[in-house]
């Protein structure tokens, strides 16, 4: 059977465990993984711009002894119709793994149905799972824990990235505080289906409205862009009901009454959803962050191919 990763969900909470473990080996260099990926190639599908997420796979590739080819749709025969059907029972002919950053979920559930080889999720308009898995690790890192911890997530809560977070501190049994405005809330449903399939997890998310109720005692305050990729024809209207209320400052972050530490996926927009002086600020984990980014890729290509 072939597995995939397409959501924070396809994941159990000891597979979670283990990823993140395998992390720390891998980044210290007591698991030795390089070369062994020699001769396997991992196509890359991107339908939006990407930094971090584009070149630490493709760096992960390199260092496992492996390669990637960059394949962005505008340059595929998909974007003068060709099938998703197609593509995956060819694309599967030719590599060993499959990676894609696309709009709708359901192209990558698609591309995933006909794959022949692991499909990856770099991101979609419902979640973002390989960011969060990563950004589990950093916590780790950082706390040298992550049970007992309380995350507070502010702003949009109605993305991708919040989504898979929710997903993933439900599965670990962390503690999460969402604060957005109503109208850019994570939905009902999707917090109805999470306390469905954890028994428990409802004691351990709460949404807020006021950002320095959520925060309080949080560990972590973890934030993302108002104006995800797709959405920038509501820019204006989102900006007005985000500023300033949901902005992380310095005074948000001095309120929580611990030491606690600024995350964001990134890219950032500075004056926007954070401002400089926390994302520049001693509190601030975010480089440490987009750097594990690469290291927990490695991990997850490995165990996705069988490796680990
Ligand atoms: N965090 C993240 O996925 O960044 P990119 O959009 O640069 O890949
Ligand atoms: N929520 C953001 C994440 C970027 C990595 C977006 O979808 O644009």
Redesign the pocket.
Known sequence: MVMHFLSVWDFTRDEIYKIVSLTENIKDGSIDVKGVLEGKIMGMIFEK??????VSFEVAMKQLGGDAIYLPTSSLQVSRGESIKDTAKVLSRYLDILMARVYRHETLVELARYSDIPVING?SDLE?PV?IISDFYTIYEHFGRLYGLKISYIGDSDNNVARSLAIGCAQLGLELSIASPEKYSISREFLDEIFEKVPGSEKLIKVYEDPYEAVRDADVIYTDTFVSMGMESEAEERLKTFLPRYQVTMDLLRSTGKDTVFMH???AHRGHEVTDEVIDSEYSIVYDQAENRLHTQKTIILYLMGYL
């Open positions: 711009p990407s930094t971090r997420t584009r991101l973002h960011q996926c990134l890219p």
